[in-house]
């Protein structure tokens, strides 16, 4: 696609139920990045991929959290047992290895948990 | 390691004047440098990078910046404000054998009649 797609733009849940947040990355970039923004905060590094694996899973608060990309496209962000702290801004952004290209934004998932 | 400091979280400025919005950086290596904007509940949007070459780079929307190595910063400039600049602003760092970007707080600017 012309850029990078997240769905929903909106998410709702009830503390304690599970949540998945897509990313749909430009089409031939191979590196895919999640991050969670607070509010007011800058946005923090989550998990990054190359093509299917995981390269960069440092940024993952807990085992509550978990991403895949099966096929080096489509990326998911899966959270289990949401908490109130897990309200945010999930953003997402796409890439070629070449960092210097720079980093394409989707236009996030804000979540929250009630 | 890698780390971005903004000073200043908020900047208030008059409509045609001055914007100044700090950003310095640590990085061991030579890094790859980034400014975003982001507007109310939206993404993030590249307004300009320095990856090597010319240490003055202009952007988007009349934005420049300028990368000073001896002092380790990335200063976000544009010579006359406009009230569509009203918007939070991220400064980003990437080097290193590093893929991430880190980011800074982040500075909020106000831009008033």
């Known amino acids: 696609g012309a850029g990078v797609s997240q769905t929903p733009s909106n998410k709702v849940t009830e503390k304690g139920k599970y949540v998945e947040l897509r990313c749909d990355p430009i089409?031939?970039?191979?590196?895919l990045y999640w991050y969670r923004q607070s509010l007011g905060q800058g946005p923090e590094f989550l998990i990054y991929?190359?093509?299917?694996?995981?390269?960069?899973d440092s940024g993952l608060p807990n085992d509550r959290f978990f991403a895949v990309r099966p096929e080096g496209s489509v990326s998911t962000l899966k959270i289990q047992r949401t908490e109130r702290g897990d309200s945010a801004m999930y953003l997402c952004?796409?890439?070629?290895?070449?960092?210097?290209?720079?980093?394409?934004f989707g236009s996030g998932t804000r979540l929250t948990v009630v | 390691a890698q780390s971005v400091t903004q000073l200043g979280s908020h900047v208030s400025v008059s409509e045609g004047a001055l914007v100044l919005l700090r950003c310095n950086y640590s990085?061991?290596?030579?890094?790859?440098l980034f400014w975003y904007v982001q507007y109310p509940n939206q993404g993030l949007q590249l307004l300009l990078k320095?990856?090597?070459?010319?240490?003055l780079v202009k952007g988007i929307n009349g934005f420049e910046a300028e990368f000073k190595k001896s002092e380790t910063s990335f200063h976000l400039t544009k010579p006359s404000a406009h009230m569509s600049d009203a918007a939070e602003y991220f400064c980003?760092?990437?080097?290193?054998?590093?893929?991430?970007?880190?980011f800074g707080a982040g500075t909020r600017l106000a831009v008033h009649p």
């Open positions: 952004a796409s890439s070629q290895p070449d960092r210097a290209a720079g980093y394409t």
């Open positions: 089409s031939g970039h191979t590196a």
């Open positions: 991929f190359q093509g299917t694996g995981a390269a960069d």
């Open positions: 990085s061991s290596v030579p890094p790859y």
């Open positions: 320095y990856t090597t070459g010319a240490t």
């Open positions: 980003a760092v990437v080097s290193g054998g590093y893929n991430k970007l880190i």
